[in-house]
């Protein structure tokens, strides 16, 4: 396997308050996670700027409007009790679709064959006309629609192992038989959605998961619900809303996940890539807010996309 990794070297442009959970703080401490001997076969791009029109493609045809009125001249302004938007917010929202972008093209035209984007502000709880959960825009549920409008892929598949719902692309694709979107998520917690009732028009799946269950419960949960939904659907690509808060460091959560929970889950859905999608993955970074568990999961994340190179890494 060919994997790319994308960083964005604005990231911390987007700024939130002293003590918020989504800090700049996050992407330093993946990249540092990254930057060891083992990453080494990393292929490595920064990400371009991105053309953040394309939001028009899932929100609704004010809410870029809306996000540019409420950004402050100077400073840091806020959007809801969690949510919070700076003088430079959408700029460096432009350059982390821009990086998932540049995942997305290389994973299509064959240049690797799947790709992990370090990128924020995160976007999966990003409805069509609210931002929301830390959320500006939905960067995955934009790489979907663009998949299908500039490579002609009919049948998209959004797999989310956040810890959160991501009540936002479910909101953007509920009855849209095209995308796929299944979630596993701690409930009830916050934003409220993803009842496993909730099935869209037949492509949406949701395994919800009580506090502190830990990695056999999760594992229950894909085999039994996820997977074999995912398979049927049969994708032309695959994208990974990667969120890393169900480790059990984190303190925005309850899940009992360990490093190589996410090793295990990122290699299931590689199996059904190589079966599906001739291996296509791209992968965008979403929550995990404790450092170290951020970071460790990511590098089990990562180094299974490099073909199942964890056994360095205590797997």
């Known amino acids: 396997m060919t994997t790319l990794l994308v960083s964005q070297t604005n990231f911390a442009d987007h700024r939130t308050p002293p003590g918020h959970p989504e800090r ?35 929100h609704d045809e004010r809410y870029m409007a809306r996000l540019r009125m409420a950004r ?20 460096a929202a432009a350059t982390g679709l821009g990086g998932a972008m540049a995942g997305l093209d290389a994973v299509v035209m064959g240049e690797v064959d799947n790709a992990f984007c ?25 790489v979907a629609r663009e998949a299908q409008r500039k490579y002609g892929a009919e049948r998209i598949a959004i797999v989310d192992f956040d810890v959160h719902h991501g009540n936002g692309t479910q909101d953007i694709f509920y009855d849209d038989a095209s995308v796929f979107y299944a979630s596993s998520h701690q409930m009830p917690l916050f934003p409220g959605t993803g009842h496993p009732s909730e099935h869209g028009v037949g492509n949406i799946v949701n395994a919800a998961l ?23 659907f ?31 889950v990122t290699g299931k859905l590689m199996d059904v890539a190589e079966r599906r999608c001739g291996n296509r993955i791209v992968s965008l970074l979403e929550g995990g807010y404790d450092l170290k568990g951020l970071a460790g999961g990511v590098r089990q994340h990562v180094a299974m996309l490099m073909d199942g190179a964890t056994s360095s890494l205590n797997f």
């Open 72 to 91: 402050p001249a100077e400073g840091i302004g806020q959007l809801d009790p969690d949510t919070y938007i700076s003088d430079q917010s959408l700029s």
């Open 234 to 264: 049969a994708p032309d690509l695959i994208l990974i809303s990667a969120g890393f808060d169900a480790h059990e460091r984190d303190p925005l959560a309850q899940l009992e996940w360990v490093d190589q929970d996410f090793a295990w």
């Open 118 to 142: 370090a990128i924020r502000p995160p976007g999966h709880h990003a409805e069509i006309d609210r931002p929301m959960g830390f959320c500006l825009i939905n960067t995955v549920a934009i």
């Open 24 to 58: 700049a703080d996050r992407i330093i401490a993946v990249e540092e996670a990254l930057a060891t001997q083992e990453f080494d076969r990393l292929v490595r791009r920064e990400a371009p700027y991105g053309d953040i029109t394309l939001a028009e493609l899932v």
């Open 210 to 232: 009580k506090a502190h269950t830990d990695g056999s419960e999760m594992r229950a949960a894909y085999n039994e619900i996820i997977l074999p939904a995912l398979d049927n």
